[in-house]
Every structure is written in C-alpha cells, then in structure tokens.
C-alpha cells in the first residue's frame, strides 16, 4: 500500500508505506522530536521560574523562621549577601542540622532601624574649629574612632578627630 502524505516536520510531499507515518525521513522524525523534547523542556523551566516568583508572600510573613532561600527570593538579595548580614549579626538565625533558618522577628527590626534611621532629619553641617581636633592615621585608629562614635572631619587628604569630654 503507498499513500502520498506530508511531512509534519518539512511539509514537503512523501509517499507512505503505512497509515500511521507521518515523517518523510528518519532525519525529520529524529528532528522534530528534538525540537519537541526541547520545548518541553523549556516550559518546564518556564513553570519553574514562574513558581519562584509567585511566592505567596503572605504564607512566608506568617512563619516564625524562614528558610535561606526564601530569604533570598523575598529580599531579591544573593545568598552571598545574606550570608554576609548573617555574619555582621544584622539577622538571627537558628541551625537544625545543616539547615540554617533565619528569624522573622530579626528581619523586622532590621527594617525598622532602616526606617527609624531614615526619619531621622539629617543634621546640619557644622562649621568646627580645627584647634580643638588632633590628627590621626588611617589604620588602628580608624576602628577605635568607629567604635566610639567620635566625630571626624577631613580636610584635603588629613583626617581629624575631635576628642569629646563626657
């Protein structure tokens, strides 16, 4: 039996030995299953990524811990960068196993001493006299004039620090 068919892959004109071909060549059936095995695979990650960003943010709010992926996804932040706030002690966590779980009362206060911060007026400069400073160099003083919170004032390449009487 020869019946004249179509190639669903080439659309070009064959002629079939059976009812059930549908490829004009093993080198179109090979092709068109790649390309169909090829879209299957992209609508797979398509879903994928679509499931990432629809996260339900309100499920997320309600738990206590969340986890380090569900952190990275909320903030759009890296892991790398989590993990860095993590080591500054900005956020606390809680390790089961090897599995570390973020605090969602941490990040709370974390956005609200972004706020407060933020509402807070930004102060005028002010002009200061350079009699009542002494100079300082950039290496072991620079932590200590951090960790006290003493003022300090740059004029061309000198840095100053201004010395508080409490």
Same mark, same amino acid.
């Given at each position: 039996?020869?019946?004249?068919?179509?190639?669903?892959?080439?659309?070009?004109?064959?002629?079939?030995?059976?009812?059930?071909?549908?490829?004009?060549?093993?080198?179109?059936?090979?092709?068109?299953?790649?390309?169909?095995?090829?879209?299957?695979?992209?609508?797979?990650?398509?879903?994928?990524?679509?499931?990432?960003?629809?996260?339900?943010?309100?499920?997320? #709010?309600?738990?206590?811990?969340?986890? @380090?992926?569900?952190?990275?996804?909320?903030?759009? +932040? %890296? $892991?790398?960068? /989590? *993990?860095?706030?993590?080591?500054?002690?900005?956020?606390?966590?809680?390790?089961?196993?090897?599995?570390?779980?973020?605090?969602?009362?941490?990040?709370?206060?974390?956005?609200?001493?972004?706020?407060?911060?933020?509402? #807070?007026?930004?102060?005028?400069?002010? @002009?200061?006299?350079?009699?009542?400073?002494?100079? +300082? %160099? $950039?290496?072991? /003083? *620079?932590?200590?004039?951090?960790?006290?919170?003493?003022?300090?004032?740059?004029?061309?390449?000198?840095?100053?620090?201004?010395?508080?009487?409490?």
């Amino acid at each position: 039996m020869r019946i004249t068919r179509i190639c669903q892959f080439c659309n070009q004109e064959f002629t079939a030995k059976t009812t059930k071909t549908k490829y004009c060549s093993l080198k179109c059936s090979s092709r068109n299953y790649k390309l169909i095995t090829r879209h299957n695979i992209v609508d797979v990650r398509n879903k994928e990524t679509e499931r990432i960003r629809t996260i339900d943010f309100e499920v997320v #709010k309600k738990r206590q811990y969340l986890s @380090i992926n569900n952190c990275v996804q909320f903030f759009g +932040i %890296s $892991r790398r960068t /989590l *993990y860095r706030m993590i080591e500054r002690k900005d956020l606390e966590t809680v390790k089961l196993g090897r599995r570390r779980l973020v605090s969602t009362k941490s990040i709370e206060a974390l956005f609200a001493v972004n706020e407060a911060a933020e509402a #807070k007026p930004a102060a005028e400069p002010q @002009i200061l006299d350079l009699n009542e400073c002494c100079t +300082i %160099s $950039r290496t072991g /003083l *620079y932590f200590l004039i951090k960790k006290h919170n003493i003022r300090k004032h740059t004029s061309g390449k000198f840095p100053f620090g201004w010395n508080y009487q409490e």
